[in-house]
């Protein structure tokens, strides 16, 4: 039987939140952004990516009153989700949007097709909405009732242009589509260590 101490690393994706739900050092969380984020797999794009995000989390850039409103919604929406809190989906989606975007766009630089402060691309939302629709339950039908009874349902029948369109428009549909991308890294992580966890505890 393996140690508890080693026990606990298996544990995916924590970071060594404090109390508060902060993430301790800027490196660590540009790790943990690229890994379940950004999910560059390029070797030579990786140190490049990394040291942006140090850079510009150490600017420490503040959130704008319209995104400071968006990530309070989608915390709320997916707190409790893969463990997260909403402590903690504040402080990753606000440190996100600042690496994205500076809060200063919401439209991909060099005309790319993502949108938001969280540079959601169309495509991985919709495959959220379509492929991941569990995400989506009771706290974001009230959040997004502007969408109807059924905002997945509605969400998911856009178009990509037409998703990217309303992510521009609505801030709080970006952080909802940004945290969603997190939950569900976590989630799959977290199947792929279960069985791993269990044996570690009976062997």
Do not use: C
């Amino acid at each position: 039987m393996q140690p508890m101490a080693q026990k606990k690393n298996l544990e995916p994706n924590r970071l060594g939140f404090d109390s508060g739900g902060n993430v301790g050092k800027n490196a660590d969380f540009a790790d943990f952004w690229l890994k379940n984020y950004n999910k560059t797999t390029d070797p030579k794009e990786i140190p490049k990516r990394i040291k942006h995000a140090v850079d510009t989390l150490e600017n420490n850039i503040i959130p704008n009153a319209e995104a400071k409103q968006a990530i309070n919604i989608a915390s709320q929406v997916f707190k409790g989700d893969a463990g997260f809190t909403k402590e903690e989906l504040t402080d990753i989606l606000s440190k996100t949007g600042a690496i994205e975007s500076k809060y200063k766009t919401k439209r991909q630089y060099r005309g790319g097709p993502a949108r938001s402060y969280w540079q959601v691309e169309p495509e991985t939302g919709k495959d959220l909405l379509t492929n991941s629709s569990a995400l989506f339950g009771p706290q974001f039908k009230r959040a997004f009732s502007e969408y109807g009874s059924d905002p997945r349902v509605y969400l998911a029948r856009l178009s990509e242009k037409e998703l990217a369109d309303e992510m521009e428009k609505n801030s709080k549909l970006g952080a909802a589509l940004a945290a969603a991308v997190f939950v569900r890294s976590r989630q799959s992580e977290q199947k792929e260590l279960s069985p791993i966890i269990k044996s570690s505890f009976l062997g």
